[in-house]
């Protein structure tokens, strides 16, 4: 398990009083977490999250996004109302209707359905493939459990961010 500096990635938000941790491929919550990434229905960035507890996975989601017609989904991609607008990444999702909403991320997801069956751990984990990092209302959600740490894929700041000129969206599965 690898702690990167937080001085050498910026995320655009982070908890002050939290890290991000990171693990490669040959981790099986990972392994789970893209597999959960894979039922998503948002072409563009697909995610998965799961919650492990004492070891086992407790929880596991993906994304959502609000469109469901391949028409729809290839002009939001070509014309992203939050992306023409300049609009960072994680903030005012409402603005465009294309966009999955906070409540639809897969963190959000995992950890309301964490509260919802009452799951019992003291520490639970977040394991997140597909992106490089948690917006704030995420972050609020998982802390309510409290999540203990938040994993991500190793390189995960270049191979899911838009951003990066070697990410690899688009080409998640292949």
């Given at each position: 398990?690898?702690?990167?500096?937080?001085?050498?990635?910026?995320?655009?938000?982070?908890?002050?009083?939290?890290?991000?941790?990171?693990?490669?491929?040959?981790?099986?919550?990972?392994?789970?977490?893209?597999?959960?990434?894979?039922?998503?229905?948002?072409?563009?960035?697909?995610?998965?999250?799961?919650?492990?507890?004492?070891?086992?996975?407790?929880?596991?989601?993906?994304?959502?996004?609000?469109?469901?017609?391949?028409?729809?989904?290839?002009?939001?991609?070509?014309?992203c109302i939050r992306h023409m607008l300049k609009i960072p990444s994680g903030q005012k999702y409402w603005v465009c209707p294309g966009c999955a909403k906070n409540e639809s991320h897969a963190e959000s997801r995992a950890a309301k359905d964490f509260i919802k069956?009452?799951?019992?751990?003291?520490?639970?984990?977040?394991?997140?493939?597909?992106?490089?990092?948690?917006?704030?209302?995420?972050?609020?959600?998982?802390?309510?459990?409290?999540?203990?740490?938040?994993?991500?894929?190793?390189?995960?700041?270049?191979?899911?961010?838009?951003?990066?000129?070697?990410?690899?969206?688009?080409?998640?599965?292949?």
């Amino acid at each position: 398990m690898e702690n990167k500096n937080q001085k050498e990635i910026k995320y655009p938000y982070l908890p002050a009083d939290k890290n991000i941790f990171y693990v490669g491929m040959d981790n099986n919550f990972m392994v789970e977490a893209k597999e959960a990434a894979r039922l998503s229905n948002d072409q563009q960035q697909p995610t998965g999250a799961v919650i492990v507890c004492d070891n086992k996975i407790v929880s596991s989601f993906s994304n959502k996004n609000p469109l469901t017609s391949s028409f729809l989904i290839k002009l939001h991609k070509k014309y992203c109302i939050r992306h023409m607008l300049k609009i960072p990444s994680g903030q005012k999702y409402w603005v465009c209707p294309g966009c999955a909403k906070n409540e639809s991320h897969a963190e959000s997801r995992a950890a309301k359905d964490f509260i919802k069956n009452k799951i019992s751990c003291k520490n639970p984990d977040l394991y997140l493939w597909g992106h490089w990092w948690c917006c704030d209302v995420c972050w609020k959600n998982m802390l309510k459990l409290p999540i203990n740490n938040v994993y991500l894929l190793e390189d995960s700041e270049i191979l899911f961010n838009a951003k990066n000129s070697n990410n690899i969206l688009g080409k998640q599965f292949e």
